[in-house]
């Protein structure tokens, strides 16, 4: 809900790396996914594993997490409006 706009408008699309990159510069929010992640590790396979099974497609706050695979095979996320 108070994400950067590009992403909540779903302009921007993100790969698992990039997630798990920005998670990494700041120590409370790596703590955080971590401890939802129920400690397996902040790396882009177990951060993108865990985004699909728990939060893609599913409503959040009237947006929706959605993802596909991009050119290169990885898996990008975005944000929809419902």
């Known amino acids: 809900r108070t994400g950067r706009r590009e992403l909540r408008a779903g302009t921007v699309r993100f790969t698992s790396s990039e997630i ?18 129920h400690g397996k590790g902040l790396n882009p396979v177990s951060l993108g594993r865990w985004l699909k099974d728990h939060l893609v497609d599913a409503p959040i706050s009237g947006r ?7 050119r290169k095979k990885l898996a990008c996320f975005w944000v929809e409006a419902l």
């Open 20 to 37: 798990s990159n920005a998670l990494r510069c700041t120590p409370d929010e790596q703590a955080i996914v971590d401890g939802a992640m």
């Open 64 to 70: 929706i997490l959605r993802s596909a695979n991009d």
